[in-house]
C-alpha cells in the first residue's frame, strides 16, 4: 500500500538493473504501478520473465532484457532495446548486487574483484550507457546501496567498499549532469526482510538478536525502500541530487553494533 497517489510516473521509461528479484523486483512493481513502463536486466531470464508476466497481469508494460552488467556492450545493447520498445528512458535503477560474508583474511582477490565488479563497475557501466538517453529531457538514476558503505562492517569489506563508491559515484555524477537535466541518488537500505541479502548475511540463528538491536526494533520491508526511491525519481524529488537517503530503522546510528552478530 503506497502513501503516493497512482500514476505518479504515466509515460515514464524507467529500466532496473536485478528487477528480477528482491528489492529490485519491488522496485519495478511499484513503478509499474505507478504508470511507468519497466524494462527489466538481470542475468537469469526465467526470474525477469516471472516480472514482466507480473506487470502485465496487473494491466502495465514490461519487458525482460538478460545480460551481466559486468558486460558494458550487452548493458549498452540492453538500454538501446528499451529505448526502441519504449519509446525513451527517463530512469534508471541500480539494484544488481552480489554479496556473501567472507573474512577480509581469508577472501581471494577474485572474490574482492568480482563484488566490485558488479556491484560498483556493473553500476558506472549502466549510468554511463544511459546518459546520452537520460539527457535528451533530463532523469532520474537511484542507486541501491547498503549501510555498510557507512558503517564498518565485519565480514563485508568487499561489499563495503563497493557501495561506499557507488555512493561516491552518485555524488560525482550529480554535480556532473546536473546542467545535462539528471539527478543520481541513492538509497541505502538496513536489513529488509524476505530478501536474498538477509538470508545470506544473517542467516536463521543471528536474526533475532539482530532484529533486537535495530532502534526501531524490526527489519524494514521492500515497500519501504521503494517509498523511497519513488520519492526520488517523482516530481516530489525534484531539487533532490547527489543524496543518500537512508533506509535502515536508525541501524547505522549504533555504528557497527548490530553487525557484531554476525562474526559469531
Ligand atoms: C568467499 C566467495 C564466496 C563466499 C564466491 N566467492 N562466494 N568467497 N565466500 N561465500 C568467491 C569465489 O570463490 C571466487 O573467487 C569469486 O568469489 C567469484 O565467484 P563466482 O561464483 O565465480 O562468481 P559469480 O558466478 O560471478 O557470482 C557472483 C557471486 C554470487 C557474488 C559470488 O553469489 C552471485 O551471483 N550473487 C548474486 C545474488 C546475491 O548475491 N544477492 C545478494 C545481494 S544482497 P576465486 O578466488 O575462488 O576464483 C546484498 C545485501 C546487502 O548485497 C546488505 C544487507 C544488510
Ligand atoms: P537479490 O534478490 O539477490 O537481488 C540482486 C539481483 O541482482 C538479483 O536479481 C540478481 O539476479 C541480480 N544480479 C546479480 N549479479 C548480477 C549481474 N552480474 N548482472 C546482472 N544482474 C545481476 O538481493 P536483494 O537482497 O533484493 O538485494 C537487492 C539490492 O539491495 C542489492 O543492491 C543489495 O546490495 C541491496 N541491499 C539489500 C539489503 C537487504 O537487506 N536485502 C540491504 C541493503 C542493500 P541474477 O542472479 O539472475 O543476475
Known amino acids: 500500500m503506497s502513501v503516493f497517489v497512482d500514476n505518479l510516473l504515466r509515460g515514464k521509461v524507467a529500466f532496473v538493473t536485478g528487477g528480477g528479484s528482491g528489492i529490485g523486483r519491488g522496485i519495478a512493481l511499484r513503478l509499474a504501478k505507478q504508470?511507468?513502463?519497466?524494462?527489466?536486466?538481470?542475468?537469469?531470464?526465467?526470474?525477469?520473465?516471472?516480472?514482466?508476466?507480473?506487470?502485465?497481469?496487473?494491466g502495465g508494460e514490461a519487458r525482460a532484457f538478460p545480460a551481466d552488467v559486468r558486460k558494458y556492450p550487452d548493458v549498452e545493447q540492453a538500454l538501446k532495446s528499451t529505448v526502441e520498445a519504449f519509446g525513451g528512458l527517463d530512469i534508471v535503477i541500480n539494484s544488481a548486487a552480489g554479496n556473501f560474508l567472507a573474512p577480509a583474511a581469508t577472501l581471494s582477490a577474485n572474490g574482492f574483484r568480482t563484488v566490485i565488479d558488479i556491484d560498483l563497475c556493473g553500476t558506472f557501466n549502466t549510468c554511463r550507457a544511459a546518459f546520452e538517453q537520460l539527457s535528451k529531457h533530463g532523469g532520474s538514476i537511484v542507486s541501491i546501496t547498503a549501510t555498510q558503505a557507512?558503517?564498518?562492517?565485519?565480514?563485508?569489506?568487499?561489499?563495503?567498499?563497493?557501495?561506499?563508491?557507488?555512493?561516491?559515484?552518485?555524488?560525482?555524477?550529480?554535480?556532473?549532469?546536473?546542467?545535462?537535466?539528471?539527478?543520481?541518488?541513492?538509497?541505502?537500505?538496513?536489513?529488509?526482510?524476505?530478501?536474498?541479502?538477509?538470508?545470506?548475511?544473517?542467516?536463521?540463528?543471528?536474526?533475532?538478536?539482530?532484529?533486537?538491536?535495530?532502534?526501531?526494533?524490526?527489519?524494514?520491508?521492500?515497500?519501504?525502500?521503494?517509498?523511497?526511491?519513488?520519492?526520488?525519481?517523482?516530481?516530489?524529488?525534484?531539487?533532490?541530487?547527489?543524496?543518500?537517503?537512508?533506509?535502515?530503522?536508525?541501524?547505522?546510528l549504533l555504528g557497527a553494533g548490530p553487525f557484531l552478530d554476525m562474526m559469531g
Not at 46 to 57: S, T
Not at 157 to 174: F, N, Q, S, V, Y
Not at 218 to 234: H, K, M, N, Q
Open 35 to 58: 504508470g511507468a513502463k519497466v524494462a527489466l536486466l538481470g542475468r537469469t531470464a526465467e526470474k525477469l520473465e516471472a516480472v514482466v508476466k507480473e506487470i502485465q497481469a496487473a
Open 150 to 252: 557507512e558503517v564498518p562492517t565485519p565480514l563485508q569489506c568487499h561489499a563495503g567498499a563497493a557501495k561506499a563508491g557507488i555512493e561516491k559515484l552518485t555524488r560525482d555524477l550529480a554535480l556532473e549532469w546536473a546542467r545535462s537535466g539528471i539527478r543520481v541518488n541513492a538509497v541505502a537500505p538496513g536489513p529488509i526482510e524476505d530478501t536474498e541479502g538477509m538470508s545470506r548475511l544473517a542467516p536463521g540463528d543471528v536474526q533475532a538478536n539482530f532484529k533486537k538491536r535495530v532502534p526501531l526494533g524490526r527489519y524494514g520491508t521492500i515497500d519501504e525502500v521503494c517509498e523511497a526511491v519513488l520519492f526520488l525519481v517523482s516530481p516530489a524529488g525534484a531539487y533532490v541530487t547527489g543524496a543518500t537517503l537512508l533506509i535502515d530503522g536508525g541501524t547505522s
